[in-house]
């Protein structure tokens, strides 16, 4: 899995197809949402500022700076600690952010895993309730509300697996339509 994550193949401004049965690919939480991706980087370049020591905690999980970028693809990603519960250590996680669609001024988001997991209950519940967390600031355009940390607002309130429908209105899977 490390290894996809390294090796991008793929057009500017989108992210590298992948096909269902890939691991990656289930073990994934994608999301497009409504948000220009211009926005979108600048209220997390705004959130990097404001973090402590390189990390910003959203909830459990955390968020480590400095955002990487791709300028090949044109794809941005973020670090990230997901927490499953107190009593286990994070997994490593890396965020991607990109542009849907040339045309679209929606950006996708992408939470992969950086190592191998466990798909377990609350692997997903964490991978839900981080980007519902993250994706309800960013629509909102507000900075992050008390230094170090956002917080969710409804826990299990997370869309079903195809997220958001994307342009169309089809059911949007593994963040690429149509795979």
Not at 10 to 22: E, I, K
Not at 85 to 94: E, K, N
Request: with cysteine; proline share 9%.
């Amino acid at each position: 899995m490390a290894q996809h994550m390294a090796g991008h193949s793929g057009l500017a401004g989108q992210a590298p197809p992948r096909r269902m049965s890939s691991p990656v690919c289930w073990l994934s939480f994608p999301r497009i949402i409504d948000v220009p991706f211009e926005a979108c980087m600048a209220t997390l370049e705004s959130w990097q500022r404001t973090g402590r020591d390189g990390e910003l905690r959203i909830g459990q999980s955390v968020l480590r700076w400095p955002i990487g970028h791709d300028s090949d693809l044109g794809t941005f990603w973020i670090e990230v600690g997901l927490a499953r519960g107190p009593l286990r250590p994070p997994v490593r996680m890396r965020l991607n952010i990109y542009r849907w669609s040339r045309l679209s001024s929606r950006t996708a988001l992408e939470l992969i895993p950086g190592q191998r997991v466990r798909p377990t209950g609350a692997y997903f519940r964490s991978g839900h309730l981080l980007l519902d967390s993250l994706t309800h600031s960013l629509r909102q355009g507000q900075p992050v509300q008390c230094p170090g940390s956002v917080t969710a607002t409804q826990p299990h309130a997370h869309q079903d697996a195809g997220r958001e429908a994307g342009p169309g209105d089809e059911p949007v899977t593994c963040a690429m339509k149509g795979l």
